[in-house]
Nanobody
Framework: QVQLVESGGGLVQTGGSLRLSCAASGRTFSSYAMGWFRQAPGKEREFVAA????????YYPDSVKGRFTISRDNVKNTVYLQMNSLKPEDTAVYYCAAALGPTTDWRASAADEYDYWGQGTRVTVSS
């Protein structure tokens, strides 16, 4: 069992930056690939970023590539999402998720690949 708690959300102007954190407790954090997803009002949950167990492999959709960076600290049991050049369309509740993948380099974009989820942190980007 893994418990995930996100933090770092808030209100920011267009073009600004935020760094989200997701602290994990429970089973060995380094055994899990991690992902970030978001859900805007009235929309489906959307993949934002993923990182492999060691942090050596990452994956982003085109919508955030070059603006968002996922990273992890396996000593602090924390995964981060650095978000730069924020746009109003980035407004959403952001969730982190953990998955026991098949290989060290595995990371996934599908929500149903993930086993554990946090409660979310809200990000609002004003225009």
């Amino acid at each position: 069992q893994v418990q995930l708690v996100e933090s770092g959300g808030g209100l920011v102007q267009t073009g600004g930056s935020l760094r989200l954190s997701c602290a994990a407790s429970g089973r060995t954090f380094s055994s899990y690939a991690m992902g970030w997803f978001r859900q805007a009002p009235g929309k489906e949950r959307e993949f934002v970023a993923a990182i492999s167990r060691s942090g050596g492999k990452t994956y982003y959709p085109d919508s955030v590539k070059g603006r968002f960076t996922i990273s992890r600290d396996n000593v602090k049991n924390t995964v981060y999402l650095q978000m730069n050049s924020l746009k109003p369309e980035d407004t959403a509740v952001y969730y982190c998720a953990a998955a026991l993948g098949p290989t060290t380099d595995w990371r996934a974009s599908a929500a149903d690949e993930y086993d554990y989820w946090g409660q979310g942190t809200r990000v609002t980007v004003s225009s």
